[in-house]
């Protein structure tokens, strides 16, 4: 059961995100990283940061956002953010809960997808996508793989999200990638990410 402060409705939530991640079928545009993207060593215990960019699809509606995301084996944080760079909404999570933080109110659950699902209208698989930036499959079972000439992941069907590697920084085999398409039932996500950075 999610816990709130305060009364707003989730219509009234969905309008107000709506409103603030306007550019809906556009993301956000950003300039080019300084530095050039570099894989962080391939581990399951890797920490890590990026920014980047989202648009989400689901049921027809579309939204898109600013992303910054910190992974560390014992916890995950997120920032959505407006054009402008304004923070609309951040999400945390540990081993025993999720919050997430949007408009003065503080919504908390112990599932951080079924928080974003009640509060966004849509969520982010956490627990595979932190694999999944990486290039690499989750510890869960694989449905089916692709692969490049590189060893590369082109399509990866895993924990019932299908998600595509649209683009790579470069053309070496130990290139991150920086574009994802992922899709599960209704909903349709783009990720793009602009910045990595690899966390001592």
């Known amino acids: 059961m999610i816990l709130t402060v305060g009364s707003m409705t989730r ?6 995100l709506s409103a603030l991640l306007a550019g809906c079928a556009v993301l956000p545009t950003t300039s080019s990283p300084s530095a050039p993207v570099v894989r962080p060593a391939q581990s399951a215990s890797l920490d890590f940061s990026f920014n980047g960019r989202i648009a989400i699809t689901r049921r027809e509606q579309k939204q898109s956002a600013g992303l910054h995301w910190l992974h560390s084996t014992q916890k995950d944080a997120l920032s959505l953010l407006a054009p402008l760079g304004q923070t609309v909404a951040r999400i945390e999570r540990d081993a025993t809960r999720a919050t997430l933080q949007q408009q003065g109110k503080r ?3 112990p599932d951080v997808e079924a928080l974003m699902m009640q509060v966004l ?3 982010l698989p956490l627990g595979g996508l932190n694999h999944w930036v990486l290039g690499l499959p989750s510890a869960t079972e694989i449905e089916s793989q692709e692969r490049d000439a590189q060893g590369r992941l082109l399509l990866l069907r895993q924990e019932g999200w299908e998600i595509r590697y649209l683009r790579y920084a470069d053309e070496s085999a130990a290139s991150l990638p920086v574009k994802l398409e992922l899709k599960r039932e209704d909903l349709s996500v783009i990720l793009i990410i602009d910045e ?3 966390v001592s």
């Not at 219509?11 to 107000?16: L, M, Q, S």
């Open 196 to 198: 990595w950075e690899a």
């Open 11 to 16: 219509g009234g939530i969905a309008f107000v």
């Open 121 to 123: 209208g849509w969520h």
């Open 107 to 109: 919504y908390e659950a």
